[in-house]
């Protein structure tokens, strides 16, 4: 039984590009949250999503930032024109709902140079 | 405005020791606590977690500590080992929602 499957590990960007990340959440899990850790410190909650709903956005940056989890397919964290302060690792978990257990995956550390 | 905080930053025990880390939250909401640990390049994983209606909860080496009225938490690592040298994480949950402490650097020297 996989984990959380996030790829990919490592994304280099120049400014102004897009960066898109995907996560594939446990098999079974339709709850998908990503959070933002900048280096030396913790994490930062930014969007909990189900299957093609947002739930709960509170944490996305109001511009260039967007998600989506669609029916079919991974959980994707999209960043448009991205800037040197994007550059963080970006961690996406899952769960089931129905008990309060996170599986996070390995995350991924995006670079805008 | 953070909703859990966590203490110490960093942490330096001895191998055997005892290691202690502390939490406090404000929103008595949350009804679920974890602790995950973090090793470098590697995502968090959950380590132990308690919830409100126990004051401690035990597994292996690791205790968690809840005092309610007091709105804390902490974690305890007994006899601490090298292979414990990782970043923990405190959090607190409610409605699938976590808000995560700012994570302690735990180094055990052998």
């Known amino acids: 039984n996989a984990g959380v499957m996030q790829n990919p590990r490592h994304l280099v960007r120049r400014r102004g590009q897009e960066a898109r990340l995907r996560c594939s959440p446990v098999?079974?899990?339709?709850?998908v949250y990503w959070y933002r850790q900048l280096p030396e410190e913790g994490l930062k909650f930014m969007v909990y999503?189900?299957?093609?709903?947002?739930?709960?956005e509170s944490g996305m940056p109001k511009e260039r930032f967007s998600a989506e989890f669609p029916k079919e397919g991974p959980s994707i964290l999209r960043i448009q024109q991205v800037v040197r302060g994007d550059s963080a690792a970006y961690f996406c978990?899952?769960?089931?709902?129905?008990?309060?257990?996170?599986?996070f995956g390995s995350g991924t550390r995006l670079t805008v140079v | 405005q953070q909703q859990v905080k966590q203490s110490p930053q960093s942490l330096i025990v001895q191998k055997g020791g005892i290691s202690i880390i502390n939490c406090a939250y404000e929103?008595?909401?949350?009804?679920?606590f974890p602790w995950y640990q973090q090793f470098p390049g590697k995502g968090p994983a959950l380590l132990i977690a308690?919830?409100?209606?126990?004051s401690e909860k035990k597994e292996g080496r690791f205790t968690i500590s809840f005092n309610k009225s007091a709105k804390q938490f902490s974690l305890h690592i007994m006899d601490s080992q090298p292979g414990d040298s990782a970043t923990y994480f405190c959090?607190?949950?409610?409605?699938?929602?976590?808000?995560f402490g700012s994570g302690t650097k735990l180094n055990v020297k052998p």
């Open positions: 978990a899952s769960s089931d709902g129905a008990n309060y257990g996170y599986t």
């Open positions: 098999k079974g899990h339709s709850h």
């Open positions: 999503l189900q299957k093609e709903n947002i739930i709960d």
């Open positions: 929103n008595t909401a949350f009804d679920y």
């Open positions: 308690i919830r409100p209606d126990v």
């Open positions: 959090a607190a949950s409610n409605f699938n929602k976590f808000y």
